[in-house]
């Protein structure tokens, strides 16, 4: 199967990016793969397959090799003899800005090329979290009480002690700490604006079940990973995530009832439904006496949670051959030819 | 890493800035020096002095702090200082490297590291006035594209304010404030430094009235091979404070 697979990005989670890519390099051997990387200036660069290691990247290597230009289906590289043309569908494998907010859905949708991912109206939605939420009251899914706080005026937060708070718009535990008490507040909000202007405090639960589950919509139909109950001590840091996406072992399935393997699914339908179609997404859930929390949804999941999936490679190919097809205006100036004609020009 | 807005003179400072050890009760501040960050003195010191609160911190204008307006090194002490009270720090150490300190030296800290510390006007050598010359001659004539050619290794890249604040900065002579420092000073050198060069030491050891000079093999950023040497000063140093009490 031929697949791009387009990583980097200008974002906290470039290097995870790279991580990623790498890993699937792995994951989808056999598969026809391009690499192109998207530097931190949005510069697009041919990656030969042998040369996607992490070193490349820091090393700036990749800036020997050929850049590539974006155009109508295609991405293309000039050549003293025109130009050649990098077509087919792309994984957008870009982490956090520009991958999930919606920038790179945006450009390949303007340059009518098909791609695995969350299409914008989904990356807004799960790119903020205060977003999330939004959509979770709208489409009545549980998830935990929440208060935003803004860099720009301090308010009194009522959430009891202990709290978790998060920059808005971050995923990967970049930003995320977990405070016990007042005196490591201030330092939290801060560390969490480094990245963002908004924050999102929770109530830190401790013991909380977590459960991640990953899947995607093909042939009308939804497709489910298995249901992971991840390791975790308190929180998984970014160093803990960073190895997390990297993944490639498969997992074991979490020893849960058909009951909550069912809840766990149909909630996740419910977030997926009319909004994600043509991304293969994770949601990860908080169970709480019985009851199924929506904790954030990933809409491109480090290594595209390959390990939570018993045919990764098969699921892939069955995501790209159906993904949604653009409904574009056909312009044929109608208006203006029956007003010209109706003045006889 | 942690980000705090710091309003000074009708401007904002954007500082980021990164705590270790939380729970410690005294604190070390770590400034570092010009065109440096917060992230090299964390990775020399970061192993070390596990009893003190550290508190890494990025000038303005350096590492992923933000300047927008050419400042003196007063201001930067100044601006520290505002820093502290937000994060409710106390002047136990103030450790400065080369640029930091001349800041840490105007915090007033009751214990004051400078490693390979600025401060002390040293003349410009022959070579370096005659660049300066040649330069405005150029200048007048147009030429002053070719400024690359001849500016500071130290002033390349930087933006106008920041370039402002260089020259504000590089020649100043601090001998007074040196003098007249009763807190408890702790000089680290390199013994081959260029930058900060060992008469400097020598000259600000003999300024301090209660200084301790250790000299170490290496240059400008010989820290970097002996941080934990330097740790261990920093903590007997500190001890010593306590002792007079």
Sequence with gaps: ?345 | MAIKSIQYNQHTFDISYEILNPQASVDIIILHGWLSNKELMKKSFAPYMDTFRHIYIDLPGFGKSTCSVALETKDYARIVELFMIHINASKDIILGHSFGGKVALLLDPKVLVLVGSSGIYIPKPFKIKAKIAIYKVFKIFGLAKLRSMFVAQDAKHLSEPMYQTFKNVVDEDLSDEFASYDGKALLCWGRDDTATPMSLALKIDELIKDSTLKIYDGDHYFFMNHSKEVSKEVENTFLKTLERK
Excluded: W
């Design chain 1, 1 to 345: 199967m031929k697949l791009i697979i387009l990583f980097g990005g200008a974002s906290f989670e470039h290097e995870i990016s790279i991580v990623s890519a790498i890993t699937l390099k792995e994951k989808l051997s056999g598969f026809d793969l391009t690499f192109i990387f998207c530097d931190q200036d949005h510069k697009f660069y041919l990656i030969d397959a042998s040369m996607m290691r992490a070193n490349t990247f820091s090393k700036a290597q990749h800036k020997k090799m050929p850049q590539l230009s974006i155009t109508n289906g295609s991405f293309f590289q000039k050549n003293l003899f025109g130009t050649t043309q990098y077509g087919g569908s792309v994984l957008n494998l870009i982490h956090g800005a520009d991958g999930e907010d919606g920038t790179i859905a945006s450009v390949l949708d303007f340059f009518s090329i098909k791609y695995i991912g969350p299409r914008v109206d989904a990356s807004i939605f799960s790119y903020d979290k205060r977003y999330t939420k939004y959509l979770c009251m709208a489409k009545k899914i549980k998830t935990l009480e929440y208060e935003v706080v803004s860099v720009k005026e301090h308010k009194n937060i009522t959430t009891d002690y202990p709290m978790i708070i998060k920059p808005s718009r971050l995923g990967s535990s970049i930003g995320v700490s977990v405070v016990k008490d007042e005196s490591e507040l201030d330092y939290a909000l801060d560390v969490a604006f480094e990245f963002d202007k908004y924050a999102i405090v929770e109530p830190f639960i401790d013991g909380v079940k977590e459960y991640n589950l990953a899947g995607f919509m093909a042939d009308g139909e939804m497709h489910f990973s298995i249901v992971e109950e991840p390791q975790k001590n308190e929180l998984l840091d970014f160093e803990k995530k960073y190895m997390d996406f990297s993944r490639s072992e498969q997992v074991l399935k979490a020893d849960i009832s058909l009951e909550l393997e069912n809840k766990l699914k149909n909630t996740f339908t419910k977030v997926y439904k009319d909004l994600f179609e043509g991304a293969l997404i994770r949601c990860d859930f908080f169970v709480v006496e019985g009851e199924v929390y929506l904790n954030e949804i990933n809409p491109i999941p480090g290594s595209m949670a390959n390990y939570l999936f018993e045919d990764f490679k098969g699921s892939l190919e069955m995501l790209k051959n159906s993904l949604p097809t653009q409904k574009r205006a056909k312009v044929n100036y109608e208006y203006i030819h029956s007003i010209s004609q109706a003045k006889g020009k």
